[in-house]
């Protein structure tokens, strides 16, 4: 199967430099969601038609070229004259002995089966439409049909009233075989109200050839709602959320408003599983059986092993979370962060390329970068591991059973032995024995004859 994705169109109603098809939805440009699903349809041949954005979309599509899938080529529509204008670009491109799939990349939502019923429903010898019935459908191409067959499509501004009364809506989403949709573009002319090639003109040209129309319909009009502006971005964003939610109920995940969930990129849930408002996952995130997660926490790329407690409003990125752990509130995993079991990192602690073994906690304000933590360890609230000299970075290491006092500042590279103890206030520049009691504090003292300040009257 050849497919062909039209995204030369410059959105101006976006009212934005970025092009179009490539504004995100889920935190994917719309049109790598398109490309997503026509790869699962396994085409022999892909092309996406650009135009607006200069090199922004083919520079994108260039790297989807990589790994196993077939690769996608790109051609220029310039000038933009129509959707079938657009078509022509592609028609040196495709495979005569496939039918040819056309898709748009400001439509994000298809599903892969809705396409799979309109190719099996097209064979190789008919022309395949998507059609939908809209309660509304104003400003959308209208089906029309006689006797049950569809004959053509016409186009609001060309529509006369009765036709605009017609609610079964051409999606644009076509499949054609191609040797006959070649001969159909070469046919097309441009005497509408836009001066365009409308592609929709094929269908009165397979109609007069004697080739059968034929269409199929996605199971909801989301499925073939495009991207024209701000506001139908945020809707088809919703519509998205809320899709992805439902499926995650459907697995036995409890959402505490399947309406504030955020979801852009893949997340797997474990049984038992509790998700609060407000949250956001990106990229990979796998939380496991029984997790629970805090109101408004972004996990990005992360790993939750099973039974953490998320507390709320917590930022875990690039980390691992070992079973059992608690972190939060206003806690902060970042890139490098792994963490064994039981481990407590608590509220305004940030963690770093580090490793923390079990039963480990960091109850308060504090800082660990470039650390190896053992088991047991206790890190006082004020602790800071001095990890950067301003040039390089440095590794501190803290054996099991070993306690920091508060408000230490560990220069890195240093160690802490097995059970030592840190107090309060040390600045550790040394390594620390195991078992020992290290400190460094400026004696205290008492002034006997010191005076507070009074304030001097103007």
Same mark, same amino acid.
């Given at each position: ?17 970025? =092009? ?12 790598? *969601? ?8 396994? =085409? ?6 650009? #135009? ?7 520079? *994108? ?18 000038? $933009?004259? #129509?959707?079938? *204008? ?222 953490? $407690? ?63 933590? #053992? ?84």
């Amino acid at each position: 199967m050849n497919v062909v994705i039209l995204a030369a169109g410059m959105g101006k109603r976006m009212q934005s430099a970025l =092009p179009k098809v490539l504004h995100p939805l889920a935190g994917k440009p719309l049109l790598q *969601h398109v490309i997503d699903t026509a790869r699962e349809l396994s =085409p022999s041949k892909l092309c996406v038609i650009y #135009g607006h954005g200069g090199a922004a979309v083919p520079e *994108h599509v260039k790297l989807q070229n990589r790994g196993e899938h077939a690769e996608i080529d790109t051609a220029l529509q310039e000038p $933009q004259l #129509g959707t079938g *204008h657009a078509v022509m670009q592609a028609a040196p491109q495709l495979d005569d002995d496939a039918p040819t799939l056309i898709l748009y990349g400001d439509v994000p939502l298809t599903s892969a089966s809705s396409l799979r019923a309109l190719v099996e429903v097209a064979g190789n010898d008919k022309l395949g439409i998507l059609t939908v019935e809209q309660a509304n459908p104003f400003g959308l191409g209208r089906i029309v049909r006689e006797n049950g067959a569809i004959v053509r499509i016409v186009e609001e501004k060309d529509a006369t009233e009765a036709e605009r009364a017609i609610r079964e809506i051409n999606s644009g989403i076509i499949v054609a075989p191609t040797v006959k949709l070649k001969a159909w573009l070469a046919t097309l002319e441009n005497k509408n109200a836009q001066g365009e090639y409308y592609l929709t003109d094929i269908v009165a040209r397979a109609v007069a050839d004697g080739v059968p129309v034929v269409s199929a319909q996605p199971s909801a009009e989301w499925e073939v709602a495009g991207v024209n502006s701000k506001v139908q971005l945020a809707e088809l964003e919703r519509q998205h959320q809320l899709n992805l939610a439902k499926k995650l109920l459907e697995q036995g995940v409890t959402l505490m408003d399947p309406a504030r969930i955020d979801i852009r990129g893949t997340l797997v849930c474990g049984r038992d599983v509790t998700i609060d408002v407000g949250c956001v996952f990106e990229g990979k995130v796998e939380l496991a059986d029984g997790v629970s997660v805090g109101a408004h926490s972004v996990i990005v790329n992360a790993t939750i092993a099973a039974g953490a $407690q998320i507390k709320p409003f917590c930022h875990i990125e690039s980390a691992q979370v070992g079973p059992k752990s608690q972190i939060g509130p206003y806690a902060r995993l970042r890139p490098g962060a792994e963490l064994g079991e039981d481990v407590h990192i608590g509220n305004f602690v940030e963690v770093k390329n580090s490793t923390i073994a079990a039963h480990s906690k960091a109850n308060h304000l504090a800082y660990v970068g470039d650390s190896t933590v #053992g088991s047991r360890v206790n890190i006082g609230a004020g602790t800071i591991t001095c990890n950067y000299d301003g040039v390089n970075k440095h590794r501190t290491v803290i054996e099991d059973d070993a306690f920091i006092g508060s408000d230490s500042q560990l220069v890195a590279p240093v160690t802490v032995g097995k059970g030592a103890t840190l107090g309060a206030g040390t600045t550790l520049t040394k390594d620390a024995p195991a078992g020992k009691l290290t400190i460094s504090r400026a004696k205290q003292m008492t002034i006997e004859s010191w005076q507070r300040p009074v304030k001097v009257k103007k």
